[in-house]
């Protein structure tokens, strides 16, 4: 699951289709921004703005959101202070929230997470999500020439913890085949402190002929407290019989879990 947001917020005017020809881009970056402080503690971070239009100004405002995962990773977004671990309202920027870009122009903005003096609950982690979105809608066209109103959305994952010991552990919970869609169900849960990511890389071996498959890497990001329901396609192509799948998950400082599943793929 790609750990990355960029929306465009169409309107259109003659409803003749979705697609269109995009003639304006706005970069964010960095994607993620990393925050670590003991209450009552300011850190700041910089993000980088620019309009990557060639003759389009953007004028942009910035707004803050709450965010979390669902059990396969997709975001799910909500108001501030929807969740436990909400951040949203933790968070300012300078020099203002509100600005304007000119074509290939580029805006430093400053990040400021300011955590209560007093801890309000027993979380390490608490997230937000940045948005810096454009309020002077674009003229764009879609694939049948119909005018519509184009305006972009950029997301930046905001993540904090105290800078208290944290510690990476991911667990392995269950491994199943599910013959009716052809594929692999991994379920993991983090019970460690901190955020984890990292990729799981499935190996199948035909205990037949002994022929490998290493089926394709999948990406997962989570948070303490995730519980998790992996998805690993088998190849389309795979021949009934006997096999074993080993899956393995890379995280921290060369942390490595490991599960193996036989089953029968008729």
Known sequence: MHDSFRFLIISLLFLSGTFFKAQTSLEVTPPRNYFSSAAGESTTKKIIVTNSSKKNALTLTISFNDWKYDEHGSNIMAEPESFPNSCSNWISVQPQSYFSLEPGESKEVEVTVTPP???????????????????????????????????????????????????????????????????????????????????????????????????????????????????????????????IATSTFSYGDDTIKMAELTFIHE
Do not use: C
Request: charged share 25%.
């Open 117 to 243: 003096a007093t801890r309000t609950d027993t979380l390490n982690v608490h997230t937000a999500m940045l948005f810096i979105t454009q309020t002077n809608p674009i003229d764009s066209y879609n694939e049948n020439g119909a005018l519509i109103k184009v305006s972009l959305r950029n997301g930046i994952k905001i993540y904090h913890n105290y800078n208290t010991p944290t510690h990476s552990d991911v667990e392995f919970t269950n491994f199943i085949f599910d013959k009716k869609f052809n594929k692999l169900e991994l379920a993991i849960e983090n019970k460690g402190n901190i955020w984890t990511d990292g990729p799981i890389a499935t190996e199948l071996i035909n205990q037949s002929d002994g022929k490998k498959y290493q089926l394709e890497d999948q990406i997962i990001y989570t948070m303490p407290g995730d519980q998790r329901s992996v998805l690993i396609p088998l190849p389309k192509d795979l021949k009934p019989g006997k096999y």
